[in-house]
């Protein structure tokens, strides 16, 4: 689609080549295009495809650029809410062939989202078929297909299916081939929990029924409920695609699932775990095609962005961000590496699991079944003449011990630890067995998260006087507090929850000399925060409640997550 795109520009437009273009737009440097152009003779290709492979450049900016050449708007499709009566008037069939979907109508006409938007062939079609004149805008072709793939209904419901399956003479999960009814409930299950952007799928087995909740912004959520009788095949096709011993029902399992979800694929890891009624199965969903953020995205305040720059720039050193299970400490890493250059820095990182695929880096999965554990993959990386690596997460004194000695030998570390507080990591490391006078040398700088849940934009509004929960006063005094604030009713894009999406609260640690004379003390964690304090850092319910005075999220939700 980026050659196509690339070679539908005017020929006027196309005399400068494609990637002095790229530079003129700031999107590359000379060093960059000199690298990308030996890699294509070496490799072949076009030079769009090798520089999205390279890392250089992604293929939304490579899309904003060539639709700005050719006149052409670009749309977002990835987060457009599109009107079931829209997707009637172009096929499912056509929206595949041609990677097209309509996303909105204007004045008796259509305005229709491309992948390529000067393919006439696909433009004469969507026409005829719609009987409407069509305005051309476009897309990223991954994020057509997905919108595709998430936005026309599929034949049947998932209660249908159900509903089929039951009436079935059979409900062996490997019976009839990849077309069954029970092969499609599952892919039915799985697509709209995806679809919905869960990031976790229970499958709960009780007395009588089998439930199936989602985690989406952190809260779990019914779905389906599911008939007893269909409960072992059901959980027999899923350990079947998992690659689990299907016949073994009394001790835990764990896999993992490859899910093909429009023009790309999510990864599930799998776990099961015998109860009283039956397997439970609990899917993370690992969607390695998720766009990293950049350090801009994050949502961090001014003063905690220089701070996280002021961290993220040491030459050597180790920096943690640390936050319960699910708070986004592994995208807040990324962000960080995202400003590491990797192009004349060695950088290798240990995951468990992989979560997302970087180019320039090379990435090693953690496999404790085998001996690779985080420990054992460290000692073996430090002899790879590494300057910069990224640790999943410290759980052990060993890993612990080569991660700051790593750090102490000219080496930046990057990794996760469990903390409530971004002042607890110092105390949980020295709990671990690392030396205390290691600490102060080593330990640069302590990122502290939590997610909070986002006001839904379509329904959020501003009510004038202070929230109720600020009544009692037992919060006010902590951070200024608006005179008015911010509530949301619950609409049909939020599912009447009144959230949508998440965003991060921080507090940033910057460990500098102030703190190593009390490190070395055995200052207590209630000292250290009164040091962090004169020095400026903002606490995660500070920049919580200052994310509430913006509109981002509510003070309820801020003291759910931080009470």
Sequence with gaps: MLTELASSAQPEEREMPLGQRFIEAGLLTESQLDLALREQSRVGGYLGEVLVQLGFVSTEAITEVLAKENQVDVYDVRNAIIDTALLELISYKTAKRHKVIPVAANDGGLTVAFADSYDVVALDQVERECGMFVTVVTAPESHIVEAIERSYTRKKSINETIETVLSGSSLKPGDGGDDTPMVRLVDQILADAIKNGASDIHFHAEEKVLRVRCRLDGVLRQEVVIPKTIQAALIGRIKLISGLNITEKRIPQDGRIRFDFGSSYIDLRVSTLPTNHGESIVMRVLDSGTQLLSLDQLGLSDTDRLRFENIISKSFGMILVTGPTGSGKTTTLYSALSEVDRESQSVFTLEDPIEYSLPLIRQTQINDKIGMSF?????????????????????????????????????????????????????????????????????????????????????????????????????????????????????????????????????????????????LKGASEAELGKIAFNSGMTTLLEDGIRKANEGLTSISEVLRVLN
């Design 375 to 519: 420990s054992t993959g460290l000692r073996a990386l430090l002899r790879q003449d590494p300057d910069v690596i990224l640790v999943g997460e410290i759980r052990d004194q060993e890993t612990a011990d080569l991660a700051i000695r790593a750090s102490l030998t000219g080496h930046t570390v990057f990794s996760t630890l469990h903390t409530n507080s971004a002042i607890g990591a110092v105390s949980r490391l020295i709990d671990m067995g690392v030396e205390r006078y290691l600490v102060p040398s080593a330990l640069v700088g302590v990122i502290g998260q939590r997610l909070l849940r986002k006001l839904c934009s379509s329904c959020k509004t501003e009510n004038p006087g202070l929230d109720a929960i600020f009544d009692n006063d037992n919060y006010a005094h902590i951070v200024p507090v608006n005179k008015s604030h911010w509530t949301s009713s619950g609409c049909e894009s939020c599912s009447g929850t009144g959230y949508k999406g998440r965003i991060a609260t921080y507090e940033v640690l910057l460990i500098d000399e102030p703190f190593h004379e009390a490190i």
